[in-house]
C-alpha cells in the first residue's frame, strides 16, 4: 500500500462537504501531493518509528486530518486515535479552537488546521504550528520511499490496517461514505478504498436524504462507515 495507484487515478477519489455546504473534491494526484507535503512537514519533526501523531477522537474525520494520518503511516510513524493522549512522547493535531484542549496540552508540538475548505492560514500564535500555511511551502513529490510500515492505533487497539479486506473483491467500487470517523474495524476498509483509488466521502451530521441527494452527483454509495446519523 502506497501512493502509486491513486497518483494515476483521475477524478475526485477524496470528496468532503463541511458545514453550511463548504466543499471540496480531491483527485488521485492531488491527495498523493498533500500526503507528500505532510511527509515534509512532519519530517522537520524527526517523522520515523519514533514519531507519534495524536489525533483526539473527532466526531467528524477531516480531509486534512486524514491527509497528516497518511503521511505518517506511509512514513513509518505512529498514529493515535483516540479521548486520551498517548503516554510516551507525542504530536498533537486538532482543528482550531482545540489548541489548548488538556489532551493535547503535554503534546511536544500542536498542529492546528482551519476547517474551511479553501482557507490558507490557521489563526494561532508562536506557540501552535499552522498546518494550513505551513504545509503549502512542502514539495509536491518527497524523496522517502513510501511504504506502509506505520502503525495505527485507534482506542486502544493496534489496527492491522494493511491487512487484505476480505470483502473488498478485486478493487475498490463505488463511493464509500464515511459520515463521522470510522470505527477501528472499519479503518483498513477505508484506508485500502482511498489508496486504491476508491472514492471516499467524509462529512459529519449528514441525514440519509443528504446523502442520497450527494450520490445522485457523485455516483453508487458502495457502504457507509462510522456512527451513521439517522
Do not use: C
Not at 475548505?117 to 513529490?141: G, H, K, Q, W
Not at 479503518?187 to 472514492?199: A, C, I, M
Amino acid at each position: 500500500m502506497d501512493l502509486s495507484v491513486i497518483t494515476h487515478t483521475g477524478g475526485p477519489v477524496l470528496i468532503w462537504r463541511g458545514d453550511d455546504f463548504d466543499r471540496l473534491d480531491l483527485t488521485g494526484p492531488v491527495v498523493a501531493n498533500w500526503v507528500n507535503k505532510g511527509v515534509g512537514l512532519f519530517g522537520d519533526y524527526d517523522l520515523g518509528p519514533d514519531f507519534t501523531l495524536f489525533a483526539p477522537l473527532p466526531q467528524g474525520l477531516h480531509w486534512r486530518e486524514l491527509v497528516a494520518i497518511l503521511s505518517v503511516l506511509l512514513a513509518g510513524g505512529r498514529v493515535v486515535i483516540d479521548s486520551e493522549p498517548p503516554e510516551a512522547d507525542f504530536m498533537a493535531i486538532v482543528p482550531l479552537g482545540h489548541e489548548t484542549d488538556d489532551s493535547v496540552a503535554d503534546a511536544e508540538e500542536v498542529f492546528v488546521f482551519n476547517p474551511p475548505a479553501l482557507a490558507l492560514s490557521t489563526p494561532v500564535d508562536e506557540d501552535f504550528i499552522d498546518v494550513n500555511s505551513a504545509i503549502r511551502s512542502y514539495p509536491d513529490v518527497t524523496n522517502r520511499r513510501l511504504r506502509a510500515t506505520g502503525i495505527l492505533d485507534i482506542d486502544g487497539q493496534e489496527i492491522p490496517w494493511t491487512q487484505p479486506d476480505p470483502s473488498a473483491g478485486a478493487g475498490p467500487q463505488g463511493l464509500l461514505v464515511s459520515n463521522s470517523t470510522p470505527l477501528p474495524a472499519e479503518w483498513p476498509r477505508f484506508l485500502q478504498h482511498l489508496l486504491g483509488g476508491g472514492e471516499i466521502l467524509l462529512t459529519s451530521r449528514v441525514d440519509d436524504a443528504r446523502i442520497t441527494d450527494l450520490a445522485h452527483g457523485l455516483g453508487v454509495v458502495h457502504g457507509t462507515l462510522g456512527t451513521w446519523t439517522k
